[in-house]
């Protein structure tokens, strides 16, 4: 590892699992935290934190507020829980618009709304300005488990690998944004609240392996991380993956892939082969996820690895995302 943090120990990917192996694991080593989930589950809850330091604050689809409320509630909810409880800590730097922060507090209200979660305890912090840029926000959530035993561990050959919607939005609003460019108005962040989606399917009695939220690193670091933990080969047929025209547009012009860019609201979903037209089928009942697919299947073939496989038959390893990919994403 390197000798000082470089921004692509905070990428998602490769090196930021190096970080967080070597150093924390290494710290604060014990068995929930070694399971690896999108939360840990304590008893009938599920506890996950998340900090928030997105840059730009607003973009097209949501701003930093919303994100930081979808950003924990969606890992509670990938975990089969109702979120229910959030503290909200917030490090403002000196100067910033009143009105702003007023704005980014009503969009993390209206969206605990849709999770049906309170905020029940908080921090404030100002710093002199130069300290921290505008604003960042942490969020931590405790949801209460209405279906217990889905773990990223537990993936077999009996489960088919489905995404919820089409990918890589979120990465590829933030990096127009950035770049200041002039993109269709259909481009904007897939920035949602997941529970709606996982509520039906648990409410519909689909049998659900595992869900993971597709954020830094998108679905190529999920599928990944799933192939490791569950010790299986996970084979995605490539022209199966939803990807939209706007955002294949973006990847096309600079040479990304779609499946490394960073997801607010689009989840990798394993579950039982006789579960995945009943899954599809509720899925799609929600606006967002008209292109909702089954993407793969979970092999043997290579365990511990992702194959791509494309339409003219060739096939080649899907990688974990590396090197510093677009910090300040979410
Ligand atoms: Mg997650």
Not at 251 to 266: S, V
Not at 289 to 315: D, F, N, Y
Request: hydrophobic share 40%.
């Amino acid at each position: 590892m390197t000798k000082t943090i470089t921004l692509a120990q905070g990428n998602g990917g490769e090196e930021n699992n190096e970080l967080i192996k070597k150093v924390f694991y290494k710290a604060f080593k014990n068995e929930i935290l070694e399971r690896s989930e999108d939360a840990a589950v304590i008893g009938k809850w599920a506890m996950t934190t998340d900090s928030f330091t997105v840059s730009p604050l607003f973009f097209a689809g949501a701003d930093i507020g919303k994100l930081a409320v979808c950003g924990t509630c969606n890992d509670l909810a990938m975990m089969g829980a109702q979120p229910k409880y959030l503290t909200c800590s917030v490090i403002i730097e000196e100067g910033f618009e009143v009105e702003s922060l007023e704005r980014i507090v009503e969009s993390m209200r209206a969206e605990l709304a849709i999770n049906g979660a309170v905020v029940v305890s908080g921090d404030t912090k100002v710093v002199p300005k130069g300290s921290v840029d505008k604003i960042f926000i942490n969020t931590t959530g405790l949801g209460e488990i209405a279906r217990e035993g889905i773990s990223s561990n537990n993936i077999s050959e009996a489960d088919v690998i489905l995404i919820n919607r089409d990918i890589g939005c979120h990465g590829a609003t933030i990096f127009a944004a950035r770049e200041g460019m002039q993109m269709s108005s259909a481009l904007k962040s897939d920035c949602n609240s997941l529970y709606p989606q996982v509520k039906a399917l648990i409410d519909a009695g689909v049998r659900i392996t595992a869900m993971r939220d597709a954020t830094r690193g998108g679905v190529a670091a999920v599928l990944n991380e799933w192939a490791r933990q569950s010790n299986v080969c996970i084979e995605v047929d490539e022209e199966k993956i939803p990807v939209s025209r706007e955002v294949q547009g973006i990847c096309e012009m600079l040479g990304f892939e779609a499946t490394a860019l960073a997801n607010e609201g689009t989840f990798v979903l394993a579950l039982p082969r006789e579960s995945a037209p009943q899954a599809l089928e509720i899925l799609r009942t929600f606006e967002v996820c008209a292109m909702a697919s089954m993407v793969g299947e979970v092999t043997q073939k290579h365990p511990q690895r992702v194959i791509l496989k494309s339409a003219w038959g060739t096939s080649r390893f899907m990688e974990t995302p590396s090197g510093e990919l677009l910090p300040r994403i979410c």
